[in-house]
């Protein structure tokens, strides 16, 4: 199970830290990534960080803003939002892949992932 947290909301520039804790099963050798779905859109990509943490990738459109980041022995991933925009307004959602363990490709397909959390919230005003 995860569960997501530390959304809320924030203005325009303001940074928050998201965070996706892991209960019940341990992930530290699968995959974890960060999605976003705004009102009205579909659920796109934002990050994903290996296993191990030795390879990150990102969306164009939070490439220098956001960071993702891991703690296997927290069983816990991290999010971290900078210089956010009113764009950035959507639920995120943390999410593994468990098909692929110990892999160092990484995947940003929606359909890649097979456990997800129930969501954070995060609004940027302007």
């Known amino acids: 199970q995860l569960q997501a947290s530390g959304g809320g909301l924030v203005q325009a520039g303001g940074s928050l830290r998201l965070s996706c804790a892991a209960s019940?099963?341990?992930?530290?050798?699968?995959?974890m990534g960060w999605f976003r779905q705004a009102p009205g859109k579909e659920r796109e990509f934002v990050s994903a960080i290996t296993w191990n943490g030795g390879r990150t990738y990102y969306a164009d459109s939070v490439k220098g803003r956001f960071t993702i980041s891991r703690d296997n022995a927290k069983n816990t991933v991290y999010l971290q939002m900078n210089s956010l925009k009113p764009e950035d307004t959507a639920v995120y959602y943390c999410?593994?892949?468990?098909?692929?363990?110990?892999?160092?490709?990484?995947?940003?397909?929606?359909?890649?992932?097979?456990?997800w959390g129930q969501g954070t919230l995060v609004t940027v005003s302007s």
């Open positions: 999410a593994a892949n468990t098909w692929r363990t110990y892999s160092d490709w990484v995947y940003s397909g929606v359909r890649e992932y097979n456990y």
């Open positions: 019940g099963r341990s992930f530290s050798s699968d995959q």
